[in-house]
């Protein structure tokens, strides 16, 4: 199931501004967190002496707004990094609801990185760092399929094949017919998402699947042909309630007419034998 979307659904489904889960999600590790603050360090170190080294002390305001604003790089810097992806999927012209299921869910060790290090003898030993993601094949009736590896999570076990999936697509085309993007996917059975990066404003989100649910479910009923049958018979027969019935004849008697009809009716096989008492018993040949 595809569904477009108007541009005001889905500006609200993913923000300008980085949400919570947005900001974590750049916030990082603690490799993260230093290399900001090393970032920071040298932007204050170039508003207090470069700037002042070119310009003179004259553009002291400049100095003082660089200064701050690289002092505190690292307390915003997932703010700008979070909302520069949003930019990204927001200038997506087109999008659609799409509603499909799981075919597909298995695990893999996946290479995050590699580090080299010198034994005890000496040598250079390659170290890998790998972790376990989960890969999450979706698809339709349609033959749209989509595929999904993240970082594996305890959670992440309930879901099994045939699960419902939801999530949001991206085209450039009016017609959706070329999908380019999509988003996290969110699996309405067990009320979970799967993600990366959470693209989406999941209340939101939330609240969109349910209207479109809604609207499904009242569709079928409007449309089914046993409804309208039902309706076509109450006005046949409040259109004949409210027609004159025909006039008899006034020279016909009902006596008349229920001995005409009796005349006119086939008789049957047991008004054409004879007349038995009600004791005498049926012979052989009367069967």
Same mark, same amino acid.
């Given at each position: ?5 108007? %541009?005001?659904?889905?500006?609200? *489904? ?21 290399? %900001? ?24 305001? *400049? ?26 999927? /927001? ?24 580090? #080299? ?18 890969? *999450?094949?979706?698809?339709? #009736? ?9 970082? *594996? ?24 017919? %070329? ?30 699947? /349910?209207?479109?649910?809604?609207? #499904? ?9 046993? %409804? ?60």
């Amino acid at each position: 199931m595809l569904i477009p979307l108007t %541009r005001k659904t889905f500006e609200s *489904l993913i923000p300008v501004v980085a949400t919570g889960p947005q900001y974590l999600y750049f916030w990082g590790k603690l490799p993260d967190l230093l290399r %900001r603050l090393l970032i920071s360090i040298v932007g204050v170190l170039i508003a207090t002496l470069g700037i002042g080294l070119v310009f003179g002390a004259d553009y002291g305001f *400049l100095r003082f707004a660089f200064g701050v604003g690289s002092g505190f790089y690292w307390l915003w810097g997932p703010v700008l990094w979070a909302s520069l992806k949003n930019l990204e999927y /927001r200038r997506v012209p087109y999008a659609g609801f799409w509603q499909g299921e799981v075919l597909d869910v298995y695990i893999t060790d996946e290479l995050i990185g590699q580090e #080299e290090t010198v034994n005890n003898r000496g040598d250079l030993v390659i170290v890998e760092n790998r972790e376990r993601c989960i890969n *999450l094949e979706v698809g339709d #009736e349609a033959g749209f399929t989509a595929r999904l590896r993240v970082p *594996l999570k305890r959670s992440h076990q309930a879901i099994d094949v045939g699960d419902t999936a939801q999530m949001v697509v991206m085209s450039n085309r009016g017609d959706l017919g %070329r999908i380019t993007k999509n988003t996290d996917i969110y699996i309405p059975n067990h009320n979970l998402w799967v993600n990366d990066y959470p693209y989406l404003q999941r209340d939101a989100f939330i609240e969109v699947s /349910r209207q479109l649910r809604s609207r #499904e479910r009242r569709q079928p009923d409007d449309r089914s042909p046993g %409804r309208s049958n039902r309706s076509e018979r109450r006005e046949r027969s409040s259109r004949n309630d409210q027609s004159p019935s025909p006039r008899r004849p006034p020279e016909v008697t009902d006596d008349y007419q229920s001995d005409r009809e009796w005349n006119q009716a086939p008789r049957r096989r047991s008004d054409r034998s004879p007349s038995r008492r009600p004791n005498q018993r049926r012979s052989r040949s009367d069967w």
